[in-house]
């Protein structure tokens, strides 16, 4: 089974301080995503990866950062927290095709105070 | 912009009722069309997706969706339901074949089964 892993479920950070949050996957998957999903809204795209140091804008990139230096590894970056920053965020990854599901971690929820 | 629509945001069924969840999406072109579910605290898996063929597809746990291209639709169904359906669904379209995909989603439809 594909295992998706984030480094925090729950996480408290103050507004202005550098946030990074992990996902680590095992299957080797080309791609990997981040998401924020916020009630009455659904999945939001963040940012996407399909390669080591490649990147793609999603659908709502102001205010974060991604890096993927490792395969496996695909991290995201709130460069300085806001309180509208306060989410739940998604990893997932993907092998590559569009016909391919996502997998998901289990989620970081990111409360900025 | 591609985008994905599902209409129903809160559904409330009694157990043994039917289901049926709509979605629909804006592209015209290739379709790779999936649902999602996210039963409460755990993560989302997938349920079932569709590519080309029978548009009538089955996922696990007694889903199926039907594929109605003239309706660009993919609605979810299921003839009974179960309290241990209660959990949101996500229709979800990444819209090519290509090597990196972008997926869209919706913006998700709770639904509660009462005993």
């Not at chain 1, 927290?81 to 306060?86: F, L």
């Not at chain 2, 559904?11 to 049926?20: F, K, P, Y």
Request: glycine share 10%; charged share 20%.
């Amino acid at each position: 089974d594909v295992k998706v892993t984030q480094s925090s479920r729950y996480l408290v950070k103050r507004t202005g301080e550098k946030v990074f949050l992990e996902c680590v996957q095992d299957m080797d998957h080309e791609n990997m995503f981040w998401y924020r999903q916020d009630p009455g809204l659904g999945l939001r795209l963040i940012y996407f990866s399909y390669d080591v140091k490649m990147k793609e804008k999603g659908d709502i990139p102001e205010g974060y950062s991604v890096s993927r230096e490792k395969k496996e590894r695909f991290s995201l970056i709130l460069e300085s927290a806001s309180t509208n920053q306060t989410s739940m965020y998604l990893c997932a990854s993907s092998r590559a095709g569009g016909q391919q599901p996502q997998h998901f971690g289990d989620g970081t929820r990111l409360s900025i105070l | 912009a591609q985008s994905v629509s599902q209409h129903n945001h809160h559904v409330i069924l009694s157990e043994a009722a039917s289901l049926e969840l709509g979605c629909n999406y804006s592209y015209g072109g290739t379709v790779n069309l999936f649902w999602y579910v996210q039963y409460p605290g755990q993560h989302l898996q997938l349920l079932l997706k569709y590519f080309s063929g029978d548009p009538l597809v089955k996922g696990i746990k007694g889903f199926e969706a039907e594929f109605i291209k003239s309706k660009f639709s993919f609605n979810l169904r299921k003839p009974s339901v179960q309290w241990s359906d209660t959990a949101e669904y996500f229709c979800a379209d990444s819209g090519g074949g290509r090597g990196y995909q972008k997926v869209t989603f919706g913006t998700g439809t709770k639904l509660q089964v009462i005993p």
